[in-house]
């Protein structure tokens, strides 16, 4: 099997395997008999989607409380945990129920779930062995392991978050030495991995990177630069940023290619390596051939991984743009290499950028912006919680500024542009009502709507 239909494989079973789970809480939030069904069979965090396990968290409150699931309940729990958006919102929960099965069908999803859950693991028991393979391990001591791997999992009941023994022990002899990115301690870049860092043309990659730069070589690390920008140019950026100069390795390209490069790094002690860019190195040749791309790059990154040293590389995003980290130029396989592929855009507000990842590890934010504050970069939140807090704060202006109590509709037209979407406004006001930083009059109905106003 080769690489490419190996992923195939494993993106059409989590496909397969997120479908079945759809399938699931569509039924349980149309009738409660499914319901107890599936909590029966799944606790939330063993479901393999984060908005499906939200989903069922709430459920199982509805349960303790000794409710019924239905759109509504399950919409006021999702708003009051703060994860309303990250759900879907109304659209993906009346997507649930409109295609819901019938209870008596529940249980053949959750069957398949669950075989699609033990696969899962069985995959996971591969990871490990080729990893234990490849590690000087005596190969009795990695059958024993294998076998008592096997031996654990179970196929009729679905733990998604299982941890096979031999996966546990890769995993604790590899453990991941993150790299703080601004504010954030983990999830972007680490010791060993390998971070993919993609935007369009002049979209702040290389801005960006010298601001890491400076955090970094202030925490005391060694920072190696390959760089494609002119050295007076690079000059010029340190001394704006205060970047203490001799502090920094840097080879420029002068005529060179990665490849001509990468022999000399055996010698190089250094925490992090910075590719700026592949396009620039001539890192990937035809970085729409696979076999190129992946010749090219993987002697830097085998030299990244036994040094331990986190390998930071930029490239380009398609014009055209995409999904799931489709989205960065040439072939996908350089994707495939990362272990975090971040996409850097532009926001409608002049001085952020947005990012936007795809990465094998659970603890990569799956978006984030940034800003730029009194000449620092800050993280801020993620897309969705900042669209929320700056929602919030816009209808508390025009409150404000308005002693009578106000319609959802005239609220809205007060906001200036661009304006929340109803929707928008409707779980804006319902959080800032459910914190007390609004109250209202009225009884919520035709006729008689609900009037917002300060206390």
Known sequence: MTARQGKQMASELLGARVTAEAAMLGAALVEREARDAVLGAFAPDELCHPRHSHILRAMAEDANDGEAS???????????????????????????????????????????ARDYAAKARLRLIGVGLAEASANGRPAAEIVAELRASLDTLDTHTATPGFAPTLAEAVKETRA????????????????????????????????????????WIALGLRVLLLSEEPPDLLDDRCRELEIPRDRLRVEFTRGRTLADVTPALRTVKTDICIIDSFRGWQALGDENVPERALA??????????????ALIGTHFLRKSGGDEGMAHAGTTALVGLSDVAVELYRDRVPNRRRLRTVSRSSLTPADLLLELREGNYAVIGTASAVAKAEVEARILEVLARNDDPLTREELRELVEDPRPSDGQMSEALTRLWARGDVKHIGKGKRGDPYRYFRP
């Open 176 to 215: 991941i030495d993150w790299l703080p990115v601004l504010s954030v301690e983990v999830g972007l870049v680490a010791r060993a991995l390998f971070t993919l860092l993609s935007g369009l043309p002049k979209a702040g990659k290389s801005t960006l990177l010298t601001w890491l730069i400076g955090q």
């Open 70 to 112: 239905d759109f509504v309940t399950v919409t006021a729990r999702l708003m009051a945990a703060g994860v309303f958006d990250d759900c879907g919102g109304h659209p993906y929960l009346m997507e649930l129920s409109d295609a819901a099965p019938t209870a008596a069908k529940v249980a053949h999803y959750i069957a398949l």
């Open 296 to 309: 090219n790059v993987s002697p830097i990154l085998d030299w990244a991984r036994a040094g331990r040293v």
